[in-house]
């Protein structure tokens, strides 16, 4: 199973922008690329995913590496309520997320 | 419409019982997996369930074992008890599983051995 590298934790300003970054350098060419956050008492949160392309939604845009061996979460101007743990997931045909211990994202009123 | 919903939230049990837990996936997901959330190891999988088929299962004991019925709901159940199985147990449904797309994770579990 491949496996994501990320910081520990992160802090941002509100409503600034927040860049969570993730190494994936032995993603292979079936991965999707998946975040994931889990705020404190509650089950993890669908964050955006992507394959090869950038992708935007309400919540997040995604940037990936044209290597496909990085990615970053972008998210436009933090909230409180971005406060959380974020998780990056390489998913490919087997059915199951391969969590790692995230990234804890402070956000600084 | 409705999420993922767990049942029970809450659990305790003494050492040597047996557990079962409940997950009502999203109306129309036909993919289940469930998920060990400790603050040790994370978050672990456990088994994936589609179509009533076990698809893929992580590297637990036989003690845990689960199944889906045809309505697509799933439960898991964990038999003689130890104290490390104390946990929040996670289940999500999706659609059907596949990499491109997204899961819905329910609140959990909290299940506590004593």
């Known amino acids: 199973d491949a496996k994501t590298t990320q910081p520990n934790s992160m802090e941002s300003n509100e409503e600034e922008p927040v860049h969570l970054p993730c190494n994936h350098s032995?993603?292979?060419?079936?991965?999707?690329i998946h975040w994931y956050r889990q705020l404190p008492s509650q089950g993890p949160e669908y964050v955006i995913h992507g394959l090869t392309s950038n992708v935007n939604n309400r919540m997040a845009s995604l940037a990936i590496a044209e290597d496909r061996k990085s990615s970053t979460l972008i998210l436009h101007r933090a909230t409180l309520r971005d406060a959380a743990v974020y998780y990056c997931?390489?998913?490919?045909?087997?059915?199951?997320?391969?969590f790692g211990t995230g990234t804890r994202l402070k956000v600084l009123a | 419409k409705a999420g993922v919903t767990q049942t029970p939230r809450y659990l305790i049990k003494t050492r040597g019982q047996q557990v079962t837990l409940s997950c009502s996936p999203i109306s129309g997901h036909r993919s289940v997996s469930w998920y060990q959330q400790t603050p040790g190891q994370g978050l672990q999988f456990l088994f994936e369930y589609f179509s009533e088929t076990q698809r893929n299962k992580g590297n637990f004991p036989g003690r845990f074992s689960g199944r889906q019925f045809s309505n697509s709901r799933s439960e898991m159940n964990v038999s003689t008890l130890e104290l490390g199985d104390s946990a929040l147990y996670l289940c999500a449904s999706s659609l059907e599983g596949t990499a491109n797309t997204e899961a819905f994770f329910g609140q959990g579990t909290r299940l506590t051995v004593v």
């Open positions: 032995t993603i292979s060419g079936t991965d999707y």
């Open positions: 997931i390489l998913f490919s045909g087997t059915y199951k997320y391969i």
